[in-house]
């Protein structure tokens, strides 16, 4: 699916002396940065910086990790078939390698920007 947003080619930058707030978007499971475009877009509108990583950590439904050739992507990571998803515990157990993969990935950009 192919989105389309409103945008000024060379657009003159604001100026702003105390910055501009900053959003980190972080997508849901099986979502993409391309899945929160409208939002992402919306509240770019309003003023905001909106950063929309593509998590590498096998939750996105599809990601090309940095690095990869081209045309090599990362796909969803399946829950396991003995995965109990009734059992909260053993869902977070199960999730905690992404989660950590995540704040890993979150904490660069938060790095980078400050």
Not at 21 to 30: C, M
Not at 39 to 62: N, Q
Not at 66 to 86: K, N, Q
């Amino acid at each position: 699916v192919r989105t389309r947003h409103t945008v000024q080619s060379n657009a003159e930058i604001l100026q702003n002396d105390s910055g501009f707030p900053v959003i980190v978007f972080s997508h849901g499971l099986k979502g993409t940065c391309e899945t929160y475009s409208k939002t992402a877009a919306d509240l770019a509108s309003h003023g905001f910086i909106v950063i929309c990583p593509e998590h590498e950590d096998g939750t996105a439904a599809y990601c090309l990790p940095e690095g990869t050739p081209a045309g090599e992507f990362m796909h969803y990571v399946e829950d396991p078939p003995e995965l109990d998803i009734a059992d909260r515990y053993q869902v977070v157990d199960y999730r905690s390698s992404f989660l950590e993969k995540r704040k890993e990935e979150l904490t660069k950009i938060i790095s980078f920007i400050r």
